[in-house]
């Protein structure tokens, strides 16, 4: 049926607007509950219903909204030793990636994220990975302008790290928010117009903060083993379907 709403962007219904929502919560909740996986979620949820040139500007405004959320939430177990470098890394990457023709096909970088991603699961995690935050913060923000959803890049920067569960999810929340700021910052510069799916925005936020509630309670029922070995478990699955999509797509 058509919207009943004026302020929804063309072609956005009311049952749309409410499938978008009902994902950003399940997104925010697998995220607190699990550290990684809801942003790739919700990516490829609003890849099969919105238009394709909006995907990637709307996708990042909500991801800066529930992590800057989660990150409130959970505020005082942030790693924040850990920033500064990432931070200088983000603003190096979203700069060249904002200006720069990439030619290096999608499928390509999503078999060397998952790769990567496996590698840094399954064997000890790299020593200039927790040496060097500012490489991972321009190496992800660089392909989170093409790619989206680089989550899982800075979850596996993140775990070496070895926090307990919450400053784990917590530092995650920061150096996200920071990165999807920077991206949404970008976008707007480029010249893509947010005012229409302002509403969209809004409501996805509002219903990945209500998962982030939701989410914290079955954090707050998990030991740290359990939660690491859920977040290995997760990150593999997502990485395989990575390397997946990107063999398909050659």
């Given at each position: ?26 997104s925010?909740?697998v ?5 990684i ?32 959320t989660r990150?409130?939430?959970l ?60 490489v ?16 899982t ?17 917590a ?6 928010t920071?990165q ?71």
């Amino acid at each position: 049926m058509d919207s009943a709403w004026s302020l929804l962007p063309a072609g956005v219904s009311d049952w749309l607007l409410v499938g978008l929502i009902a994902a950003s919560f399940v997104s925010s909740f697998v995220t607190v509950a699990f550290g990684i996986g809801g942003g790739a979620l919700l990516l490829a949820t609003m890849a099969a219903l919105m238009p394709p040139a909006a995907l990637i500007p709307v996708h990042g405004v909500v991801q800066l909204g529930s992590n800057a959320t989660r990150a409130g939430v959970l505020l005082r177990f942030v790693r924040w030793s850990s920033l500064p470098g990432f931070a200088l890394g983000s603003l190096v990457g979203v700069a060249v990636g904002g200006v720069v023709v990439v030619d290096l096909p999608p499928a390509v970088i999503q078999i060397g994220v998952g790769a990567f991603i496996i590698w840094s699961v399954l064997a000890r995690p790299p020593a200039w990975l927790r040496r060097w935050p500012v490489v991972t913060g321009a190496i992800s923000s660089f392909l989170t302008m093409f790619f989206g959803a680089t989550g899982t890049f800075v979850a596996a920067y993140v775990k070496s790290l070895m926090l307990e569960r919450y400053a784990h999810v917590a530092t995650h929340a920061a150096m996200m928010t920071l990165q999807h700021l920077l991206k949404v910052i970008a976008f707007g510069l480029l010249g893509f117009a947010f005012g229409p799916w302002i509403l969209v925005i809004a409501g996805m936020i509002l219903g990945g903060f209500m998962g982030t509630l939701v989410g914290r309670m079955l954090l707050a029922r998990m030991s740290d083993l359990n939660f690491r070995r859920a977040l290995d478990a997760i990150l593999l699955l997502i990485s395989l379907r990575l390397i997946w999509v990107g063999v398909s797509s050659l």
